[in-house]
């Protein structure tokens, strides 16, 4: 039998029509549809692993998974034919942009260094924006919301914005930037860290804004975060406005100068 190569594969997708990138018994996922897809291309059983969990709606801009499989996938021409055929059989809010044969023990979720997302938001009604940013009606004070995030960097674990019962083996995260910024009619909330727990980037936003609309004061931030409690955070804002934008790795870009 021959030996199998592992890949890194490099997606993005709109992620409006699925329940998340995690395959399901009772609905459609981004990975039950790309399983199929590089089943398909490649003629064989293949099962992808995810560099993360996204929530339902929440959309990707870079996302990386692995699998592995016995064709070969080398030369760049290859990689060009492959990612062109995977791509005609997915469906049109699912993008393929690369795939990376890196070494057998490489893992797109647990070799993953750093992780970003951008939250977007909008205060004038724009049909071209429903669905991909979250319509508010008051703007908040980005002063306030970008001291209250610079306290939010100064903690490790973010038990009060993790969603009960996610079964992980700790709440610690290493947030190395968070900042609102200004462009146009919007404003972008861009947070990066190590990892996120389920839900922080949305509990936190929600918190934020309650800062921004002088709900709470930013050094309220604090005894949220400390109390572990996720029941004292703001609420969960849609997932219409969520993007992962970044996922680092120290193998890829290597793999990727090698093509």
């Known amino acids: 039998m021959a030996a199998k190569q592992r890949y890194f594969i490099e997606l993005a997708y709109d992620g409006g029509n699925y329940h998340g990138w995690q395959s399901q018994h009772n609905a459609v996922s981004v990975q039950e549809v790309l399983n199929i897809a590089l089943s ?18 929440v959309h990707a801009k870079e996302f990386f998974g692995h699998f592995d499989c016995k ?18 059989v997915l469906p049109h809010d699912i993008g393929v942009k690369s795939i990376i044969p890196v070494h057998a023990g490489a893992h797109a ?15 004038n009604k724009d049909p071209f924006k429903k669905g991909y940013s979250w319509l508010l009606r008051d703007e908040p004070d980005l002063e306030l919301m970008n001291r209250a995030a ?16 996610t079964q992980v083996k ?16 919007s404003i972008i909330f861009k947070i990066s860290a190590d990892r996120f727990l389920r839900n ?5 936003v929600g918190t934020l804004l309650m800062v921004g609309h002088k709900e709470i004061e930013p050094e309220a931030i604090r005894d949220i975060i400390e109390s572990k409690n996720r029941s004292n955070a703001g609420a969960s804002v849609p997932a219409c406005g969520l993007y992962l934008t970044e996922v680092k790795y120290p193998i890829v870009p290597l793999m990727k100068e090698e093509q």
């Open 40 to 57: 398909t291309i490649l003629r064989e059983p293949i099962e992808t692993v995810g560099c993360g969990r996204t929530d339902t709606g």
């Open 71 to 88: 064709s070969t996938v080398h030369t760049p021409s290859s990689v060009a034919n492959s990612v062109r055929s995977i791509n005609s």
């Open 109 to 123: 979720r647990f070799d993953a260094t750093l992780r970003s997302y951008e939250y977007h938001i909008h205060f």
């Open 150 to 165: 610079k306290i939010i960097m100064e903690y490790i674990d973010f038990s009060c914005f993790s969603k009960s019962n």
């Open 170 to 185: 700790t709440n610690n995260c290493k947030i190395v930037n968070a900042k609102w910024v200004r462009e146009g009619d």
């Open 200 to 204: 922080m980037v949305r509990a936190i």
